[in-house]
């Protein structure tokens, strides 16, 4: 049976460091209000003569050289973003020419927020599957500080910049591979994390900026009990599929999003904090990009075994989730 398998991983993380020290300069807050709720002490800010793609197209190139791919190779790409170059064209067409990846390939970006990267995942899975495209590129990049509110210190303490990637291709033979992916959603939620100005809703113009429509807008609470909810259910249900227990599994590769939902996961899942990678603490917030490169350093840092099977679950705006088995 032909499965996917990611066979290399990559990140690009800006190297501008803003600590909680910084942002209480800014804004009334503290490290000790901001690390004791999110388990947050830095984030990465990009440069502002930099945009997505530059990030994406790093960690890209990084996951093609691991996987032992060739760019030119690259058949495919996905990126999940709700901070891409511009509205159109998809920030993934910028990638393929930074990448130097094959032309005529096809290349597009998709809108799931903290969920993008498995929701591409899953697409990347399907196409490898199916025999459509053979090396599939899914990057999760996030320029969160382009449209984060610095003045509301509700929101501007949570998020980061960063990409991860992972190079995708067939896996013919063996255990190994993409078991399972379950993709969720809830339209009902749309306003409880949202950036509302900027498309056709409200376009983008001196009204609408001045009272910074244009901004993250979230019910911190409200996405805190949904997001714990809903990647626990997600969790189950990638267990479920493939007839696995929370003993099984070796790593619990969840969305960076805020430490304390994350252990709201553990305790309803049963999977041991010990079990989870964090990078929290030193990425905050990066949406889409936040699995790859938790599953990249990782990665780097050798936790990772063959055979060892890896859960991934996020949740963000739309609200949108998902999850992921895989056996490395
Ligand atoms: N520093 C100091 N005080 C603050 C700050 C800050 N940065 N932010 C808010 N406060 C104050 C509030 O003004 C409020 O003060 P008040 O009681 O005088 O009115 C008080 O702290 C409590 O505010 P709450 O919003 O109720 O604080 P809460 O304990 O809910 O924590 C938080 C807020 C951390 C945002 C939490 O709700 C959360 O983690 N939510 C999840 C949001 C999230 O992770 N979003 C990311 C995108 S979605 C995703 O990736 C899953």
């Known amino acids: 049976m032909t499965r996917s398998r990611i066979a290399g991983t990559g990140r690009a993380v800006p190297p501008r460091k803003l600590t909680n020290d910084d942002l209480s300069k800014m804004v009334d807050t503290s490290d000790s209000w901001i690390f004791e709720r999110t388990g947050i002490r830095e984030r990465h800010i990009l440069d502002s003569s930099l945009a997505a793609s530059d990030l994406a197209a790093e960690a890209g190139r990084k996951a093609c050289l691991a996987a032992g791919v060739d760019p030119a190779a690259v058949d495919c790409i996905i990126v999940g973003t709700v901070t891409g170059d511009c509205p159109f064209p998809a920030t993934a067409t910028f990638v393929q020419k930074k990448l130097g990846a094959k032309p005529g390939g096809c290349a597009f970006d998709l809108s799931a927020a903290c969920a993008g990267f498995l929701y591409g995942v899953s697409i990347a899975d399907g196409f490898i599957r199916g025999g459509q495209f053979k090396n599939v590129l ?11 509110d610095w003045t509301d210190r509700s929101t501007c303490v949570l998020f980061g910049d960063g990409a991860g990637a992972v190079l995708m291709t067939a896996e013919r033979e063996g255990r190994r591979g993409l078991l399972s992916t379950h993709l969720f959603a809830d339209g009902s939620l749309t306003e409880i994390l949202w950036q509302p ?3 056709s809703r409200e376009p983008m113009n001196a009204e609408n900026l ?41 790593w619990v590769v969840g969305h960076q999003a805020n430490l304390r939902i994350l252990e709201g996961v553990s305790e309803r899942v049963g999977i041991p904090m010990e079990r989870f990678f964090l990078n929290v603490d030193r990425y905050g917030n990066t949406s889409s990009a936040s699995v790859p490169t938790a599953l990249d ?7 990772v075994r063959d055979g060892d099977l890896l859960l991934f679950t996020a949740l963000g705006g739309g609200l949108a989730w998902a999850s992921a088995m895989v056996r490395w």
């Open 138 to 148: 899914v990057v999760g990049v996030e320029v969160l500080s382009r449209i984060v």
């Open 197 to 199: 100005a900027g498309g």
């Open 210 to 250: 001045a009272a910074k429509r244009h901004l993250v807008k979230m019910n911190g609470r409200e996405v805190y009990k949904h997001a714990v909810r809903n990647m626990t259910a997600s969790a189950f249900a990638a267990l479920e599929a493939n007839g696995l227990k929370a003993d099984d599994v070796a």
């Open 297 to 303: 350093e990782a990665i780097e840092q050798k936790k």
